[in-house]
């Protein structure tokens, strides 16, 4: 016998080897098992109890779980067959990898060879369907499907850095997948305010623009492990008080803020932490705004400073492409900050910020971007907070006006907590994003 490389099926016998193809698809689950994506495998098949022996007699019209966590299965195929006839196997426990199942064709041909080939699979949350022909070919697999165990979309940490208490600061605090806020790691960079973070390359981040004694455009890389890079020289207008997300799933986008006046300019970020050049405006220009992703792989732009509070909103395709102005929904309000929650970065979050007075008041944004009404604000109302993602598929609200250092974390329900305690120097106009 031989093994399987990638879902490919390795027949040997009689030092001859050959190479039977696969469809190739992988599909994703977020589980362990492999109990997702077989309908299309088990039409008109009768699913058996759990088998975890050494060896078994398959019949067709069934499909089998295979537990081979303790041990390899050999499996015999009936001695003899009718066009049509089908059998399904499943790993149940993703352990073929490790104890894989050979079959037995029991005198019959298995995909145009003799009896005298085995066949192995051996390939984690892999499952296969055959189907008998006739003599001359025998049984054929017709679906073999490898189910990746894909872990949650999202990062597991965060990182609130730089800001003002009053003069500019470059220090972060990392936050854990249980939403602890670390206390202040030394800044690297330029000490700044009024800046945007989001993530990038689906596991590191990026802080960019901010306002120094003047608006700027450097850039500061996070890596994997939330080590801050040193200044990466601006690309696109110098500007502050932006927003930024992420999009297309591993990419990200700046866009709005203050370069003089209020912008509605944008700068992509690439999977590589590379910022491009201007992208001319979309939307009502404005300032001191918030951004998230939403349905995995777009983003959405909301509220801000135009003049006075506003609440429209921007949504963001998965190519990066800013769509035109949404009438707003819910409190308008400048100073917010805006998270992801829920799995696979499906769903935001919008809280905080400044109506006339500061208010602590949330919105919620839908898996198609919709932006949900007021829910009664929990928490301290404050302005110029910030907000990231954190254990993949929870948020938390840190910091704020005035040198504020309390959090509020956001369950994967959206739903906001109390106050934590703050942890770190308070601060405001800071950013936030996930990483890792």
């Not at 992988?26 to 050494?54: F, R």
């Not at 890389?221 to 020289?233: E, P, Q």
């Not at 909301?302 to 190519?319: C, D, E, P, R, T």
């Amino acid at each position: 016998m031989s093994g399987i490389i990638g879902s490919k099926i390795n027949i040997r016998g009689s030092g001859k080897i050959a190479k039977l193809g696969t469809d190739g698809q992988v599909l994703t689950s977020g589980g362990a098992g492999v109990a997702a994506n077989y309908e299309d495998l088990a039409g008109g098949i009768s699913w058996q109890a759990v088998e975890t022996g050494s060896t078994m007699t398959a019949v067709a019209g069934e499909g089998y779980w295979i537990n081979t966590t303790s041990n390899a299965c050999t499996i015999t195929l009936p001695a003899s067959a009718s066009n049509g006839d089908t059998i399904i196997f499943a790993d149940y426990a993703r352990t073929w990898g490790t104890y894989g199942i050979t079959i037995d064709s029991n005198g019959l041909n298995y995909q145009g060879d003799d009896d005298s080939y085995d066949v192995e699979y051996s390939s984690d949350g892999q499952a296969v369907k055959i189907v008998y022909s006739d003599a001359t070919n025998g049984w054929i697999p017709t679906l073999d499907k490898t189910v990746a165990d894909t872990p949650l979309g999202g990062n597991n940490n965060g990182i609130f850095g730089y800001g003002s208490t009053g003069s500019n600061v470059s220090m972060t605090n990392l936050v854990s997948s249980s939403g602890v806020v670390a206390t202040d790691t030394t800044g690297v960079g330029t000490a700044r305010k009024e800046l945007a973070a989001c993530t990038y390359g689906t596991d590191k981040g990026i802080f960019g623009h901010g306002y120094v004694s003047g608006a700027v455009s450097m850039s500061n890389l996070v890596s994997s492990s939330g080590v801050v890079a040193t200044d990466t020289t601006g690309v696109g207008t110098a500007r502050s008080a932006l927003a930024a997300c992420g999009y297309g799933e591993d990419k990200g986008i700046f866009a709005y803020g203050n370069d003089g006046s209020s912008s509605s300019l944008s700068n992509l970020v690439s999977n590589s932490g590379v910022v491009a050049s201007d992208t001319s405006g979309v939307g009502t220009v404005r300032q001191t705004l918030a951004a998230c992703t939403y349905g995995g792989d777009k983003g959405i732009f909301a509220y801000g400073y135009s003049g006075g509070a506003v609440s429209m909103s921007n949504l963001v395709n998965s190519s990066g492409v800013v769509a035109s102005d949404v009438s707003g929904v819910g409190s308008a309000r400048y100073g917010p900050s805006a998270c992801n929650y829920g799995d696979a970065r499906d769903k935001g979050i919008f809280g905080y910020g400044n109506t006339g007075s500061v208010t602590a008041v949330t919105n919620l944004v839908s898996n198609a971007g919709v932006v949900a009404s007021d829910t009664s604000g929990v928490g301290t109302a404050r302005n110029n907070t910030q907000a990231c993602t954190y254990d993949k598929d929870k948020g938390i609200f840190g910091y704020g006006y005035n040198t504020l250092s309390m959090t509020n974390l956001v369950s994967n329900a959206g739903v906001v907590a109390t106050d934590v305690t703050g942890v770190g120097t308070g601060r405001h106009e800071l950013a936030a994003c996930s990483y890792n």
